[in-house]
């Protein structure tokens, strides 16, 4: 099945400063990325998404980039807060998946420091 | 975005009972609900995918006879949990997604069931 890898897999900050995290896939099909911020001890919140048609989204802090030719997908958070502190999937939808299934990335642990 | 519930939010068994959980998406209907497990520090590992009406579609290695899974309507999904052991302890996670206009729309997430087993 597709894989998507995801990097890195823990990011430390400063508050104020801008993360990046980045993922890469295989099939070329794929045509939905989303990105999930998970707390705590509850389910992944579903932060932004692009599809394949656009290269860049942006909502307030929050933008995800595209690059179709060489298969990889970034979110970035600008002026970061300690709120923003949680752990963060990609996640693909690959062309022809049954139901809408999607593959998660491994994770990446986001600590925002005061 | 779209709420999805889930009850109960943690649930705490003797090994041999069975546990069900409940998946609801509340302002929208899901034709597809997928079930997750999630171990601690780790990504998201599908089950299941369910479709209303149809019987569920285990990923590989998912004991279908364990993990029994209905869909009997548009906005509900169970997840029961037979003959639980404590290996069966884990953070279960359900999503829902509708198929609308030729493709499917955004997949949102329940907030997870505890489920422990003694």
């Avoid at chain 2, 569920?56 to 869909?71: C, M, P, R, S, W």
């Amino acid at each position: 099945g597709e894989n998507v890898e995801q990097h890195p897999s823990t990011l430390s900050v400063q508050e104020g400063d801008s993360a990046v995290i980045k993922c890469t896939y295989s099939d070329s099909a794929s045509n939905y990325f989303p990105w999930y911020k998970q707390e705590l001890g509850k389910g992944p919140q579903l932060i932004i998404d692009i599809r394949s048609n656009v290269g860049e989204k942006k909502d307030q802090r929050i933008a995800v980039t595209l690059n179709k030719t060489a298969k990889h997908f970034s979110l970035h958070i600008t002026e970061t807060q300690p709120e923003d502190s949680a752990v963060y999937f990609c996640a693909l939808r690959a062309g022809g998946t049954s139901y809408g299934k999607l593959t998660f990335g491994q994770g990446t642990i986001l600590t925002v420091h005061p | 975005g779209a709420v999805v519930s889930q009850h109960p939010s943690r649930v705490i068994c003797k090994s041999g009972t069975s546990v069900k959980i409940e998946c609801r998406s509340l302002d929208f209907q899901a034709t597809t609900m997928f079930w997750y497990r999630q171990f601690p520090k780790q990504s998201l590992m599908l089950m299941a995918t369910s479709n209303e009406g149809s019987k569920a579609t285990y990923e590989q290695g998912v004991e279908k006879d364990k993990f029994l899974i209905n869909h009997a309507s548009l906005t509900l999904s169970t997840l029961t949990v037979t003959s639980a052991h404590p290996e069966d302890s884990s953070f279960y996670i359900c999503s829902a997604v509708n198929y609308f206009g030729g493709s499917y729309n955004e997949q949102f997430f329940g907030p997870g069931t505890r489920l422990t087993v003694l």
